[in-house]
């Protein structure tokens, strides 16, 4: 990052950001459907966008890097049916290999969930539960989203290699926008953030080694 950048990220304000003692923990958190993030004593609430969840699973293992499918499967519920899927490997992340994203079974048992889904969010609306209508629908688009990715025209299969590079690019923009939504309410994490997370196949988070964030997440 040039001095000129630096010195615009330094120069930015926001009317909804709040001062805090700088001693308390940074956060990253989430809150139904705003996240609240806090760094160096100054906090924001953000409205909750895909951006913001590949953001949160870097900063919590820093310097892992994160292939672009792995991060797409964060955003669906951890406990939900579709990320088991995933983590068994039903879910294909070879980079090149020109194979299913995904197998028989997982499309099955992802299609299953939505059906699952769908019925939760009749029930919570019913009884006007507003967060779990909420994180229903969240989930929901996640999955559709994934499938989306995976299967084309005429419900074929896509092949890794392509759908990977569309992950790449979809990720890609979304960290990148968060970032700047993060920088317009708190210009000195935009700046950390900017010059600290890499984006690309494999995504990560590198803080400088003699100045790591304590992140509450």
Known sequence: MSAQQNAQC???RSPRRLRFSAAEKCLFLRNNDYWIIRYHGVTAFL????????????LREPRREFHVCELVAHVINASSLAAAVAANGRV?????????????KAKTEFKSRVKDLREELNEAERFHDFQ?????QEELQAIAEYLAAAVG?????RETSSDVERARSAV????????????DAIPSLGCHLAARIKTGYFCSYNP???RPVAWKL
């Open 10 to 12: 330094v120069a930015k």
């Open 47 to 58: 409205k909750s966008r895909r951006g913001l969840y590949y953001l949160a699973a870097m």
């Open 92 to 104: 294909r992340k070879g980079l090149y290999a020109a194979v299913p994203l995904l197998d028989t």
């Open 132 to 136: 779990r209508k909420a994180q229903g």
């Open 153 to 157: 025209v005429g419900g074929r299969d």
């Open 172 to 183: 890609t923009k979304c960290v990148k926008k968060a970032i700047k939504e993060i920088g």
């Open 208 to 210: 400088h080694p003699d």
